[in-house]
């Protein structure tokens, strides 16, 4: 059971990203998931989370407007679009399988049931 973290890099402030995360052993379309990030020296916090069926998502007071979380028609990959990115936004990016969806905040850390390895994303000139 595998969570991967793929489309991190290293781009300018007000660039765009884009974020995908799969799951190898893990249906995907069977659970809400949720993206956290870590900056160094910082606690892991979260980002943005979607329910299984793709119909519910929440985002932070700090990336809403600017991130979007999508899942693909097939619901097995989970997608998060960065926009009008900041340097503040550099941090290792997490996906995250969780254990349960809550509407109304993001999940804390043990709501979670498996880790993804991380993708790292640098904001900088």
């Known amino acids: 059971v595998q969570l991967v973290e793929s489309g991190g890099g290293l781009v300018q402030p007000g660039g765009s990203l884009k974020l995908s995360c799969t799951g190898t052993?893990?249906?995907?379309?069977?659970?809400?998931i949720a993206w956290f990030r870590q900056a160094p020296g910082k606690e892991r916090e979260g980002v943005s989370s979607?329910?299984?069926?793709?119909?519910?998502?929440y985002y932070a007071d700090s990336v809403k407007g600017r991130f979007t979380i999508s899942r693909d028609s097939n619901g097995t990959t989970v997608n998060l679009q960065m926009d009008s990115l900041n340097p503040e936004d550099t941090a290792r990016y997490f996906c995250?399988?969780?254990?349960?969806?809550?509407?109304?905040?993001?999940?804390?850390?043990?709501?979670?049931?498996?880790w993804g390895q991380g993708t790292q994303v640098t904001v900088s000139s």
């Open positions: 995250a399988a969780l254990k349960w969806y809550t509407s109304n905040r993001l999940p804390y850390l043990p709501e979670v049931y498996f």
């Open positions: 052993g893990l249906p995907l379309d069977l659970y809400s």
């Open positions: 979607i329910n299984s069926f793709g119909t519910l998502t």
